[in-house]
């Protein structure tokens, strides 16, 4: 995927599509259900293509929600996903979390389902936008905006987490080895502090590190 800094006009955008099954009696009532919702189809497909088009994106390629899809994301590695999806989402959200499992992505989804339920199961899902009866061509730039404005602060305070919780899991294990040394060297809580230190500078690595390996030895000898 791009630097998150691209600009918009620079985003490679996937639209992943329901797969439509074929019409069951041609001529008949299914078949005249099937025609109406193909024809919708197409006429949502449209009006995504025309918004992306006249905004500048760049669309990689329009995917059908099948079990190929999380290796066809992983092969064009888009920028962000496009759901467009008349009713209920969940089987293609499925192809798409699996997809964007190891290497999160912004996703918008376009559908004409108001529930609840669906719009929170997909939220949970890590659907950054979700629209209900708004795929027109003139919404479609200030939408992807919005999604993906969302989606870079939900990345930034991610990683402030991450590092945040990272840092607490250092300051234990130094913590830890600062009591062994402390105990095996009958050393003061600072004096222990700077010779861990002093080992990690000559050793040239962190003191997380070394403490680490200190732990690691002591539970090795027991």
């Not at 999380?70 to 092969?75: F, G, K």
């Not at 502090?193 to 390996?213: D, F, P, T």
Request: overall charge negative; charged content about 25%; glycine content about 6%.
């Amino acid at each position: 995927m791009k630097s998150p800094g691209s600009t918009p006009s620079h985003l490679r955008i996937v639209v992943v599509n329901p797969v439509t099954a074929p019409a069951t009696a041609p001529g008949g009532e299914s078949g005249c259900e099937q025609d109406s919702a193909l024809a919708e189809l197409a006429r949502r497909s449209a009006a995504l293509r025309i918004g992306l088009l006249e905004s500048g994106y760049d669309l990689v390629a329009s995917l059908p929600a099948d079990v190929f899809l999380p290796e066809r994301i992983a092969q064009l590695q888009p920028d962000m996903i496009i759901v467009d999806s008349e009713s209920d989402a969940r089987d293609i959200l499925e192809h798409i979390v699996i997809a964007t499992r190891d290497e999160r992505r912004p996703i918008v989804l376009f559908t004409e389902d108001d529930a609840p339920a669906s719009m929170n199961a997909a939220l949970d899902a890590g659907v950054s936008a979700y629209i209900v009866a708004g795929l027109h061509a003139g919404r479609v730039k200030s939408v992807l905006d919005v999604a993906l404005a969302r989606f870079r602060r939900e990345q930034k305070l991610l990683g402030e987490l991450l590092d945040t919780r990272k840092k607490l899991a250092e300051r234990k294990v130094v913590d830890r080895a600062k009591g062994l040394v402390m105990t095996r060297y009958g050393l003061s809580e600072e004096q222990a502090y700077q010779r861990l230190r002093s080992m990690a500078m000559n050793k040239n690595m962190k003191l997380a590190e070394i403490a680490q390996r200190l732990i690691d030895v002591e539970d090795l000898l027991g």
